[in-house]
């Protein structure tokens, strides 16, 4: 098998250059992928994160106020929910994000597919 790859490599090089290309070519594209479903969750996270914290301040800062005499009033509820609702939406769409190593599939879909191709050329 190694033999027989070596003889064509020798005698068809650009075959080889044009293989090699295609890999480069769907690696670029499925690393630009990887990037931005990457991004997109550490954004997600970044907003839940930032709004729970933001959410859990104001929370605290109504109970202070609330404690210290001041009368009952509908903004001591809905100020810190506004942050924790936001908080609680960017951890669900977190959640519901597919696996990061999805974008790459295609590569390694092909890297097994010349895998098999050189396996059945050994036989």
Request: aromatic share 6%; proline share 9%.
């Given at each position: 098998m190694v033999p027989s790859l070596v003889r064509?490599?020798?005698?068809?090089?650009?075959?080889?250059?044009d293989h090699l290309g295609a890999y480069s070519e769907l690696a670029r594209e499925d690393l630009r992928r990887f990037r931005a479903a990457l991004l997109h969750r550490l954004a997600l996270g970044l907003v839940a994160v930032g709004c729970g914290l933001a959410g859990v301040v104001l929370a605290g800062m109504a109970l202070l106020l609330w404690a210290s005499g001041s009368p009952y009033h509908w903004?001591?509820?809905?100020?810190?929910?506004?942050?924790?609702?936001?908080?609680?939406?960017?951890?669900?769409?977190?959640?519901?994000?597919?696996?990061?190593?999805?974008?790459?599939?295609?590569?390694?879909?092909?890297?097994d597919a010349d895998l098999d191709l050189i396996r059945e050329t050994r036989q």
């Open positions: 064509m490599v020798i005698r068809q090089p650009e075959l080889l250059v903004a001591f509820v809905a100020v810190p929910l506004v942050p924790l609702t936001g908080s609680a939406a960017a951890a669900l769409l977190l959640r519901a994000r597919r696996d990061l190593s999805e974008p790459m599939e295609r590569t390694w879909d092909q890297f």
